[in-house]
């Protein structure tokens, strides 16, 4: 069967626009989501490629580096462990205060995690001076973290804004500018950040045989103190028959006779008179 012309003009166009709208929906769209989610980033980074983080708070300051080689806390009798792929050494002024510690694991992966997904919801431009009102003139926590390149980066992170669903965080501050641009954050950077100095130090498991005995164990029975009898529920005996009133008659109960009742008499008959 031969085609008409404009069928076969129409066949080609049909083939490209399958293949245009496959080609956007597999490349340019993804590609796009990806450009536009780089865009609300705070950073753009790989967690693997971080050499370093310092963590400043009211409270302390400390510097996480990777260890080179995974450090394994065991357990008093052996047989549990935890690994450890970061240490912290305490800082005073800025410089190494004391030794190195191993970091709790499951910590820095959460911080590291939460630094390269941060994704600002909206951005807020403020002049210099008015960093107060977010809580940014003092952080409550910054951050500076280093990359294998060489790349430093740096995070102030403030107050919750008024939703109470978002942090207000200034993302690599430029010194002496007129204006900041202020960032809504993620509350689970604020989470992050709120560890005492104990929570970074990383610590061995329990003995494995004492969460066993601790689950098998039945709770201690309380003693009874000297003097004192445990009252038991008495029960209470059955009626014994007596032998000798088995022996003597009973009586039965006999209904009371009733009343003699006065009857009407019939009349006595007439008798009737003799004939003559």
Do not use: C
């Not at 609300?40 to 302390?60: G, H, L, P, Q, W």
């Not at 804004?161 to 954050?185: H, M, S």
């Amino acid at each position: 069967m031969k085609l008409k012309r404009s069928t076969q003009v129409l066949i080609p166009l049909a083939i490209v626009l399958a293949g245009g709208l496959w080609l956007y929906d597999t490349v340019i769209a993804p590609q796009q989501e990806e450009r536009q989610a780089q865009q609300k980033r705070a950073f753009v980074f790989d967690e693997e490629r971080v050499t370093s983080i310092e963590i400043t708070t009211a409270d302390y300051a400390i510097a996480l580096t990777p260890l080179a080689e995974p450090v394994e806390l065991r357990s008093p009798d052996g047989e549990e462990f935890t690994v450890a792929n970061w240490e912290f050494t305490p800082l005073k002024d800025g410089e190494p205060e004391g030794n190195a510690t191993p970091a709790t694991d499951a910590y820095v992966t959460f911080l590291l995690s939460a630094l390269a997904n941060a994704e600002a919801e909206r951005s807020i431009s403020v002049k210099t001076e008015e960093t107060a009102q977010y809580g940014l003139e003092t952080p409550v926590a910054t951050v500076n973290f280093s990359l294998e390149n060489g790349e430093t980066h740096r995070l102030l992170v403030g107050e919750r804004d008024f939703t109470d669903n978002f942090v207000y965080a200034i993302a690599d501050p430029t010194e002496d500018a007129a204006e900041l641009t202020v960032l809504l954050l993620p509350t689970n950077l604020e989470n992050a950040l709120d560890r005492t100095l104990e929570d970074w130090k990383a610590e061995p498991p329990p003995n494995s045989s004492e969460g066993e005995e601790g689950q098998l164990e039945p709770p201690p029975t309380p003693e009874t103190p000297e003097g004192e009898v445990e009252s038991e529920a008495t029960p209470t005996p059955e009626a014994t028959p007596n032998p000798d009133a088995a022996d003597e008659p009973v009586e039965a109960e006999t209904a009371p006779e009733p009343e003699a009742t006065e009857t009407e008499t019939e009349p006595e008959a007439t008798p009737e008179p003799e004939t003559p």
